[in-house]
């Protein structure tokens, strides 16, 4: 078992930024790839970004590409999410992922991950 919260969400202008923060309490933290996912009002979820247990590899959605960063502090058990050039379309809840399979890296499949936290809700402002 292994506990997700996230962290960091809120309300910002278009342009904005936001780093979202997901903290893992349980099992081993390294041993996990970590997945964000997100879910807008009536949409399913969509994968936006996953990171490989040691952080050295790395994919994300390339809609967001070079606009969202994941990275991760297996030290500080956290995942992050840097979120930059915000846009009203990313308005959404905004969900952590962790699973042991490394395979699950390379997948966009939100039921292929068996953990998850609550959510944050991000809102962008137009």
Do not use: H
Not at 7 to 26: D, H, K, N
Not at 95 to 117: F, Q
Request: glycine share 10%; hydrophobic share 35%.
């Amino acid at each position: 078992q292994v506990q997700l919260v996230e962290s960091g969400g809120g309300l910002v202008q278009t342009g904005g930024s936001l780093r979202l923060s997901c903290v893992a309490s349980g099992r081993t933290f390294s041993r996990f790839v970590m997945g964000w996912f997100r879910q807008a009002p009536g949409k399913e979820r969509e994968f936006v970004a996953a990171i490989s247990w040691s952080g050295g590899t790395t994919y994300s959605s390339d809609s967001m590409k070079g606009r969202f960063t994941i990275s991760r502090d297996n030290a500080k058990n956290t995942v992050y999410l840097q979120m930059n050039s915000l846009k009203p379309e990313d308005t959404a809840v905004y969900y952590c992922a962790a699973d042991l399979d490394t395979a699950v890296i390379r997948s966009p499949d939100a039921k292929k991950y068996d953990y998850w936290g609550q959510g944050t809700q991000v809102t962008v402002s137009s």
